[in-house]
């Protein structure tokens, strides 16, 4: 029995070398399958990871500039650079926000710049 197994071994890998088409074809099929699986999830991970940064950003300028306002008698900052002169950010502030002080420096606006205005 050992035998005939050696032998039918031995017949196949002798003179047959490479693969078959249909074995190509089930390759093939399968690479196919996991792609479709896998493209989906990977497609938008970029813009997810850009707009997560964005946000975290923002919460950081606006907490920021909450505590500049606290401490210098209610007045916010002419220009985001005072945040990080006056050591309220570690970091220079990214140039992707629009600040504008408003009503005699008692409010503001922070957007960020790569949106559309007016689609609400």
Known sequence: MIMKIARALHKRTKGDKGFTLIELIVVIAVLGVLATLIIPRVV????????????????????ALERYYLDHDETYPE???????????????????????????????LTPKNTEQGDE
């Not at 970029?46 to 907490?63: D, G, L, P, V, Y």
Request: proline share 4%; glycine share 4%; aromatic share 8%.
């Open 44 to 63: 938008g991970v970029k813009s997810k990871a850009e707009t997560a940064a964005m946000e975290a950003n923002e919460k950081i300028i606006r907490n």
């Open 79 to 109: 220009k985001l650079k005072d945040l990080v002169d006056k050591g309220y950010l570690d970091e220079k502030i990214p140039d992707s926000f629009n600040y504008e002080p408003e009503d005699n420096r008692k409010d503001y606006s």
